[in-house]
């Protein structure tokens, strides 16, 4: 089993629908949970960090995690087109020498339609 | 201003052949990555350096050898490569090591290995 599981889509939507994704990991030590997106062929870019349970809102953008189910998600309200990209969960744990290391899921491709 | 910048942005070569990949970053950061995504976006941490130092060396064959000349520069040769080498590499570098510290990618090197 991945430490982490992310669905990897791809999931296409109607512009303006909701979007949710869902990435769900095995390893307690995780402490810090994110998101990144990753348009084509750019590199990974962090849109939403969060490290305790609960939900963080940022404009359309909505991070949930629940670390007592070991589940983390993003919803998209009022999708765009230009949300049209890959998005990445990733979790940071503890890996000694002071630093910490960073475990991505596979990535969800997503398509908003116009 | 590019932030972390790669060079190649592509590299095409043979089996077998030995070929470096080049890093910098101008963000004055002291820490900096080599991750790999293979063809199903699967994106993997390789090494981390900090101030120079290496602290993160995932299981990667030795053919692999990072090298930081300095705080700026992090770059990846490789050895002898073979099919399976063949990803994206993406460079990435962040502000000290904890877990918090958002890492920006740059955009990436496409290897092809033939």
């Known amino acids: 089993q991945k430490e982490v599981e992310q669905d990897p889509g791809p999931l296409s939507v109607p512009e303006g629908a909701i979007v949710s994704l869902n990435c769900t990991y095995s390893n307690s030590a995780f402490q810090y949970f994110m998101w990144y997106r990753q348009y084509s062929r750019k590199g990974p870019e962090l849109l939403m960090y969060t490290y305790s349970s609960g939900n963080k809102e940022d404009g359309r953008f909505t991070a949930q995690v629940d670390k007592s189910s070991k589940y983390i998600s993003l919803f998209i309200r009022d999708s765009q087109p230009s949300d049209s990209a890959t998005y990445l969960c990733?979790?940071?744990?503890?890996?000694?020498?002071?630093?910490?290391?960073?475990?991505f899921g596979k990535g969800t491709k997503l398509s908003v339609i116009p | 201003d590019t932030a972390v910048s790669q060079t190649p942005k592509y590299l095409v070569t043979q089996m077998g052949n030995d070929k470096s990949i080049k890093c910098e970053q101008n963000l004055g950061h002291d820490t900096m990555y080599w991750y790999k995504q293979d063809s199903k976006k699967f994106l993997k941490i390789m090494f981390s350096y900090n101030n120079k130092e290496l602290i993160i060396n995932e299981t990667v064959p030795n053919r692999f050898s990072p090298k930081s000349p300095d705080k700026a520069h992090l770059n990846l040769h490789i050895n002898s490569l073979e099919l399976g080498d063949s990803a994206v590499y993406f460079c990435?570098?962040?502000?000290?090591?904890?877990?918090?510290?958002?890492?920006?990618f740059g955009p990436g090197t496409r290897l092809t290995v033939l």
């Open positions: 990435a570098s962040s502000q000290g090591t904890s877990g918090l510290n958002e890492q920006f």
């Open positions: 990733a979790m940071t744990r503890y890996s000694g020498a002071g630093s910490y290391q960073l475990t």
